[in-house]
């Protein structure tokens, strides 16, 4: 305000290059009735509404909202998570196997029908990446965490850190349990139920049978690799569970197979390097990976993408920085954080 009573005046920098007008057109009428300035003028200008140096796309909508196909009004932050996760799901298979959806190939210089390629899922933050994973399985949507750096929360690797602390542990009956859930053995919530009614137990140091053949041979599984876990070193013993569970090759026939093969070969190669020479025993392996996966360190996925691949793109908005997608799906709309705005620092009192 100073400055501008001194011959001074306002730029405004609105010209948007990258996005199509249909796109800014929402973007304006949102924030043009959320962005105003306070009456004291300071901080906050009023809201400038973007014009897009881009023309109109010749075909298409600009902006599609997805309408879950289950009401939310008493849905939990999760489940709403996974209704939306199924939505988007549903919606990138019609869109792919239809052919309704178009977008202009700058190589081709001529519109196509949408690939996986083409798009982007985008989040604030990765709580929701679980959901979508879910979803994406369900569907058979390829896809990659781009530039994920949460490679020991990626579901595979959990999912083999419990197998590896069953093995270790014969009385952790919930990760028996969970292991016995996983892909690696298959078993359902009634085959456990069942073998544990009949067997009388779900520890497998006990050869107790039940008659129930996929937890019965999990549970000798299991008990082999927990009497060889010493002897075998731990890489071999990982190598061991892949090779009688058959996991490398169920994993390849999974969503995004590739990447999680990868992911789970990579599992072996750090065990390697932690317990090589006696370094580090079985049993504090296991420990470790179940502690670091509770402290999430930015350790990237193995390295499967390759530009070109058909598959959808997840990456968080921050990582999506200077990169451009036909198609972008804002994912975890609904998400808040909580901010405490009711403290204010007065500086000048000491």
Do not use: C
């Not at 002897?231 to 990982?238: E, H, K, V, Y």
């Amino acid at each position: 305000r100073e400055i501008v009573s001194k011959s001074g005046r306002v730029l405004e920098l609105v010209e948007n290059f990258r996005t199509r007008p249909e796109i800014t057109d929402q973007v304006n009428a949102v924030f043009e009735g959320i962005m105003h300035r306070p009456e004291d003028g300071r901080y906050q200008p009023d809201y400038a509404a973007l014009s897009a140096f881009r023309e109109r796309a010749e075909v298409g909508p600009g902006v599609i909202v997805l309408p879950p196909a289950e009401p939310l009004d008493e849905l939990g932050a999760e489940d709403v998570r996974e209704a939306e996760a199924r939505a988007t799901a549903a919606f990138i298979t019609h869109a792919r196997e239809s052919g309704g959806m178009r977008v202009f190939d700058r190589e081709l210089k001529d519109w196509r029908h949408v690939e996986l390629r083409d798009i982007a899922i985008l989040f604030h933050r990765t709580l929701a990446l679980d959901a979508y994973e879910e979803a994406f399985g369900d569907h058979q949507l390829e896809y990659r965490v781009a530039g994920g750096k949460k490679f020991y929360a990626r579901r595979e690797v959990r999912e083999l850190a419990t197998v590896l602390a069953a093995v270790e542990d014969p009385h952790n009956l919930a990760a028996v349990v969970g292991a016995l859930r996983t892909p690696f053995f298959g078993a359902s919530d009634e085959d456990i139920l069942l073998h544990r009614h009949r067997a009388g137990t779900l520890s497998y140091v006990s050869d107790e049978s039940s008659g129930i053949d996929t937890v019965d041979n999990a549970m000798a599984l299991l008990r082999d690799l927990h009497h060889e876990r010493s002897s075998l070193g731990t890489p071999r013993l990982i190598g061991n569970l892949f090779d009688r569970t058959n996991a490398l090759e169920l994993f390849l026939l999974k969503s995004s197979g590739e990447q999680r093969h990868a992911n789970l070969v990579k599992v072996v190669e750090i065990a390697d390097q932690l317990t090589r020479d006696g370094a580090m025993s079985f049993g504090g392996f296991v420990r470790w990976l179940a502690d670091v996966q509770q402290l999430t360190p930015s350790e990237s996925e193995s390295p499967m993408s390759e530009e070109g691949d058909d598959f959808v793109r997840m990456l968080t908005i921050h990582k999506a920085k200077g990169l451009e997608f036909p198609v972008v799906v804002l994912a975890d709309l609904s998400h808040y954080t909580a901010r405490n705005d009711s403290i204010i620092v007065n500086r000048e009192l000491s």
